[in-house]
């Protein structure tokens, strides 16, 4: 785990009226992929359904399957692992420093083959 995923991991996220620490959040299955974990920082009941945050960990021979999400804008940010990547049939690596747009009703997915991926997805409007 590198620097970026522990201290994202360890954190906190401070709202005006709380603070919630990042270790009291459970890895959540995701509801549709294997092997995929999540951990809601921001759900969208604390922005008015704005806006969601989630750290997601990818696990070693696992992905992210291609899916879509209607009317949502993701933009996710690579932060721990290498892996590979597929954007409206754009391929390309998913390594610390790269960031993905995804527009609505655009395909994507992302594969941890190479160990462990760490992506920072943000939804708009929210997720959840």
Not at 15 to 43: C, I, M
Not at 103 to 111: A, D, G, S
């Amino acid at each position: 785990m590198n620097e970026t995923v522990k201290g994202l991991s360890e954190g906190k996220v401070v709202y005006t009226d709380q603070d919630l620490n990042v270790t009291d959040l459970e890895w959540r299955p995701h509801p549709s992929f294997a092997g995929v974990f999540l951990k809601h920082l921001v759900k969208g009941d604390s922005s008015g359904g704005k806006f969601s945050c989630h750290l997601i960990r990818i696990k070693d021979g696992f992905e992210i399957g291609e899916h879509v999400h209607e009317d949502k804008i993701e933009f996710i940010n690579i932060v721990g692992g290498v892996g590979q990547g597929e954007l409206a049939g754009k391929k390309f690596i998913c390594k610390l420093g790269v960031s993905i747009v995804a527009p609505e009703n655009i395909k994507h997915r992302i594969v941890a083959d190479n160990g462990d991926v760490y992506l920072l997805a943000k939804f708009i409007p929210a997720l959840l």
